[in-house]
């Protein structure tokens, strides 16, 4: 049984940081694609970084220089360092696991952690 549970979301002050982690069980860590995803109230929900089995990182425009994404392959783990945090922030953060044998359902997903920004 596939397990993606998000851990660390909470409230924080503007310019303050939280690191957010998504520990997974049930698949080969280590060959899957982990990205975190956001969704607003209202807005559709958004790729927010992502790194590969290789390592290789991206992420949304909106939070370059200010999130960085890691993985822990020991520990089947995925973190989400974010900095800076803004109110625009605020959103349902949720990890997604991608690899070979999640293709045809969009990889599998965690239930989300809140993450709350105020002003």
């Known amino acids: 049984q596939v397990q993606l549970v998000e851990s660390g979301g909470g409230l924080v002050q503007a310019g303050g940081s939280l690191r957010l982690s998504c520990a997974a069980s049930g698949i080969i860590f280590s060959i899957n694609t982990m990205r975190w995803y956001r969704q607003a109230p209202g807005k559709q929900r958004e790729l927010v970084a992502a790194?590969?089995?290789?390592?290789?990182?991206n992420y949304a425009d909106s939070v370059k220089g200010r999130f960085t994404i890691s993985r822990d392959n020991a520990k089947n783990t995925v973190h989400l360092q974010m900095n800076s945090l803004k109110p625009e922030d605020t959103a349902v953060y949720s990890c997604n696991a991608f690899g070979p044998d999640s293709v045809s359902r969009g990889g599998y997903w965690g239930q989300g952690t809140q993450v709350t920004v105020s002003s």
């Open positions: 790194i590969t089995s290789g390592g290789n990182k």
